[in-house]
Nanobody, 125 residues
Framework: VQLVESGGGSAQAGGSLTLSCAASGATVSDTWMGWFRQAPGKEREGVAHIDNGGDSKYYDDSVKGRFIITQDNAKNTIYLQMNSLKPDDTAMYYC???????????????????WGLGTQVTVSS
């Protein structure tokens, strides 16, 4: 399974970015997927989760109402639309897939067994 993130970059506070995660070796319509982020000196934290049907979504409170997770089954890709960006959103963002891992929660890193290499998001004030 390979996950490749793209779409990161720099943005001003209040701006928007959309991250993409292209999957190969797994079908997003059959897989629970998530977005995580890690800022320097901080632990990796769950941002958003989408189930295999795309119907059930979870968000961390810090991004609820600002970020939207979606999936495109035809492109085998999930997205994270990030609006009203804040400097605190600055981090490396990772895509994750759960195929066999023991499920301990949608925003728990140990629930996922495949990870991308990440894409950097930097938000300036």
């Amino acid at each position: 399974v390979q996950l490749v993130e793209s779409g990161g970059g720099s943005a001003q506070a209040g701006g928007s970015l959309t991250l993409s995660c292209a999957a190969s070796g797994a079908t997003v319509s059959d897989t629970w997927m998530g977005w995580f982020r890690q800022a320097p000196g901080k632990e990796r934290e769950g941002v958003a989760h989408i189930d295999n049907g795309g119907d059930s979504k979870y968000y961390d409170d810090s991004v609820k109402g600002r970020f939207i997770i979606t999936q495109d089954n035809a492109k085998n890709t999930i997205y994270l639309q990030m609006n009203s960006l804040k400097p605190d959103d600055t981090a490396m963002y990772y895509c994750a897939a759960r195929l066999r891992c023991l499920w301990i929660g949608p925003l728990r890193a140990n629930s996922y067994d495949y990870w991308g290499l990440g894409t950097q998001v930097t938000v300036s004030s």
